[in-house]
């Protein structure tokens, strides 16, 4: 049974790990793999260079709307397709996510818990932004 007390804060904490992993892993293509190095790994892996621009706003971009709680269901709806494109990338590397070239594991894993936060909803502390002829509500 679901303690509707709790949830709001499981979806809360679901959420701010979803969205400071996304971010981090954006940054992360940014900031140390560079963006030009991201294009040239998509590329090496068979997927088009051009891919890694809307993967990096979508890591980053999505990671920062999640933190923030806003439109976390619909965000996290977006980014389904970018995790299922990572699993399928790790898919031939095997089960963990340790092993030469990273396993499917965690961007399984990963897409799981995006599908678990689009059913859970915003959670505690979400910012709303009010909707035309719709009353704001709070979910804690």
Same mark, same amino acid.
């Given at each position: 049974?679901?303690?509707?007390?709790?949830?709001?804060?499981?979806?809360?904490?679901?959420?701010?790990?979803?969205?400071?992993?996304?971010?981090?892993?954006?940054? =992360?293509?940014?900031?140390?793999?560079?963006?030009?190095?991201?294009?040239?790994?998509?590329?090496?892996?068979?997927?088009?260079?051009?891919? *890694?621009?809307?993967?990096?706003?979508?890591?980053?971009?999505?990671?920062?709307?999640? =933190?923030?709680?806003?439109?976390?269901?619909?965000?996290?709806? *977006?980014?389904?397709? =970018? =995790?299922?494109?990572?699993?399928?990338?790790?898919?031939?590397?095997?089960?963990?996510?340790?092993?030469?070239?990273?396993?499917?594991?965690?961007? *399984?894993?990963?897409?799981?818990?995006?599908?678990?936060?689009?059913?859970?909803?915003?959670?505690?502390?979400?910012?709303?932004?009010?909707?035309?002829?719709?009353?704001?509500?709070?979910?804690?």
């Amino acid at each position: 049974m679901i303690d509707p007390r709790t949830a709001p804060y499981a979806a809360l904490l679901l959420r701010l790990g979803l969205g400071a992993m996304l971010l981090a892993h954006g940054l =992360l293509k940014v900031f140390v793999f560079t963006v030009p190095g991201t294009v040239q790994f998509f590329e090496s892996v068979g997927y088009p260079g051009l891919l *890694a621009y809307p993967v990096i706003l979508g890591e980053i971009g999505g990671g920062i709307l999640l =933190l923030l709680g806003l439109y976390a269901r619909w965000v996290a709806l *977006a980014l389904l397709p =970018l =995790l299922v494109g990572a699993t399928l990338q790790h898919a031939g590397s095997g089960w963990l996510f340790s092993a030469p070239g990273g396993g499917w594991e965690f961007p *399984a894993f990963w897409t799981l818990a995006l599908v678990v936060q689009a059913l859970l909803g915003d959670g505690a502390h979400a910012l709303r932004l009010p909707v035309p002829g719709r009353a704001v509500r709070s979910a804690a």
